[in-house]
């Protein structure tokens, strides 16, 4: 069996009174789809803003193939962000400039790692817009002038164009109407499975976590209360909570 590609252990995070996260435990390996599913205020966000070095725990380790993240320079962190990882944000405005273009969004990301080829990074933007469903013509649109739902595509582009190992995704079809998600899931599922991404996906969608998950991580107040193969945790859901959560979502 291969290492993982992110290992966390131990991790726990207060603010104030409010214990965010409560020595949560958590690995992914190349290639897998993990979901993280939970009710509000379980932790999900937080949980990956400390994997993805956005936030400090007050105790725990986060190691990213081998490397412990809690003890890299922000240098560091940055060009991991940068390069090896992507984060795909609920809300498509907190991940794309908004005053830049579509193709600009999708470039950027190349030229910050040292493209510089004017013609190369369009063809690439262009081709990723197409790869999005978005036409190729909006390339020099800006992105308010899209959709919701596009521009939630847009950042996926923008997040998958360099190539990243590990994608961060918190509730990235939350806030689109329901026929819009169903497409996004589709896409994501498609790419995910084209370039063999490891993606850690925060969502209070089971159906998603269904389609698209290898394992679910279930959250409560904080801990991690039950885990699995995703077909093992929505057909035989062993923790109360995760009862509940299934069986809610059954007679909804
Ligand atoms: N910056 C912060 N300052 C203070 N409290 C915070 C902060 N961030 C999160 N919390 C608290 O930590 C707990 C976990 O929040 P978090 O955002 O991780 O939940 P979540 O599972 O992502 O919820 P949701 O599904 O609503 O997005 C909550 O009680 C929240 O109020
Ligand atoms: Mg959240």
Redesign the pocket.
Known sequence: MSAPLMQATGLTLN??R?R?LDDVGISIWPGEVVAIV??????????L?VLSGQAQADAGQVLYDGQDVGAMTEAGRRRLLRAEWGFVH?NPRDGLRMAVSAGGNIGERLMAQGNCHYGNIRKSAASWLQKVEIEVDRLDDLPRTFSGGMQQRLQIARTLVTEPRLIFM??PTGGLDVSVQARLLDLIRALVAELGLAVLI?T?DIAAARLLAHRIVV?RH?RVVEEGLTDRVLDDPQHPYTQLLVTSVLAA
Not at 38 to 47: A, C, F, I, M, V
């Open positions: 603010f104030g409010i965010a939970g009710e509000s205020g379980s932790g999900k966000s937080t949980l803003r609920q918190d509730e925060v209070h959250m904080g």
